[in-house]
């Protein structure tokens, strides 16, 4: 009896993918070796010693004929029309691994809608980098993709933003308390969300959140945390602000600003909410998924 030299690569591949996914990542590898339907393992994240039950479904190819078409910056994978079916509706996310036994390195690419490529003639191909390296610089890019496909993700962002998006429908004023701890490199600071009952009291808070952004503006970044509406001053918050005291520079403000920093140490912020497109439409989508009638008033 002889091995073919395919098998002994296939293994090598394998072997090679567990000791990137335990040693490299510092995650769980399960290899999945009874039935082939096109996957081969999963990695599970472990995140500080907690086991998050977040997975990732792993297809390991291994040789040097996968790496034989070139593209720009990686090789073309081209699975079969099966395959694609299977991974594109598989409950997990699924990400080819390609080990190329002279380099002796795994190269990884996640699989969805937007790698994907159909060719002219019906088939699909997806360009594998060769700057993904299944090391320990894939541990964000893959632990954010364990968290679920990035069309499932934004869907279910609105999802449970949905309760929120029915208070602005029903009339009430949502706004958005901010708190940035303006010489904290960490980016440090809290957003609440609340009702402004208009009431003169202070907001009645919904959720609340302790961010750390880095360098990003917080007038960039928490548009985008709440995509389902327009984000304005809140009116009679800023009305009456005088802003001779502020301790720093306003040359660069734009139509989002601070209105008081009493310390010199947090800028603090009050916008309101409105419904954009999106905010509008979605509750009728989400309603004709749920209960199959799109019977509501926006």
């Not at 699924?94 to 190269?107: G, K, N, S, T």
């Not at 937007?114 to 088939?123: A, M």
């Not at 920093?261 to 998924?289: H, I, K, M, Q």
């Amino acid at each position: 009896m002889h091995r073919k030299p395919s098998a002994r690569i296939a293994s090598i591949g394998v072997t090679r993918t567990q000791l990137a996914v335990e040693a490299g990542l510092g995650w769980l590898f399960r290899e999945q070796p009874t039935e082939d339907y096109g996957i081969d393992a999963h990695a599970e994240v472990v995140d500080a010693e907690l086991v998050r039950g977040r997975l990732l479904a792993l297809q390991i190819k291994s040789g040097s004929s996968w790496f034989r078409e070139q593209g720009q910056g990686g090789w073309w994978f081209r699975p079969n029309a099966e395959h694609v079916q299977y991974w594109t509706n598989h409950s997990l996310p699924v990400a080819v691994v390609l080990y190329h036994p002279e380099r002796d390195h795994c190269y990884w690419q996640l699989v969805n809608h937007n790698t994907l490529i159909e060719t002219t003639r019906g088939g699909w191909k997806l360009l594998v980098p060769d700057t993904q390296v299944l090391d320990e610089r894939a541990r964000d890019a893959l632990s954010r993709a364990a968290e679920g496909d990035p069309y499932t993700l934004r869907i279910r962002e609105l999802q449970l933003a949905r309760p929120w998006m029915r208070m602005l429908i029903e009339g009430k004023r949502l706004v958005i308390d901010i708190e940035e701890w303006v010489n904290k490199t960490s980016g440090r600071g809290t957003i609440t969300l609340g009702v402004d009952n208009e009431d003169g009291n202070d907001p009645e808070q919904l959720a609340s959140w302790t961010v750390f952004l880095g360098l990003s503006s917080y007038v960039e970044v928490v548009p985008k945390l709440f995509a389902w509406a327009n984000v304005s001053l809140h009116a009679e918050t800023y009305d009456d602000v005088e802003y001779d005291d502020y301790p720093y520079e306003r040359d660069d403000w734009g139509a989002l600003h601070p209105y008081m920093n009493p310390s010199g140490e947090v800028d603090f912020y009050r916008l309101e909410l409105t419904l954009n497109e999106l905010g509008r439409a979605f509750p009728l989508v989400d309603l004709f998924a749920t209960e199959g009638t799109r019977q509501l008033t926006v």
